[in-house]
């Protein structure tokens, strides 16, 4: 994760920002930002629903780190959501492929 951070350091986005902006980003600067968030979701689902964090670490990542197939996945929702923040549209995702973090 830190060589993500440090080869492709994200803006400071919070309210405002869409999937349609982030659409506009880098596939480099995409990926960052999908592993980074899903890292920290993972991170969370440790400490409150261990289940959910292996289920993220299965899902969304391989071996060497955020799979194709789980970039493909969160990216073909934040197109189809372009209009949401992209981190509340991987939650959607996250929830979707694996459990309620509730």
Known sequence: MAVTLATCPQKSLAEGFTGAEFLQQSTQEQRG???TQLVMASSIAARIKPSLAECIGRVFFDGSGLSDQG??????RIEEFKAYHPS????????SQCEPFN
């Open 88 to 95: 509340s549209v991987i939650v959607v995702v996250i929830e």
């Open 33 to 35: 930002y999908v592993s």
């Open 71 to 76: 970039f493909d996945m969160v990216l073909a």
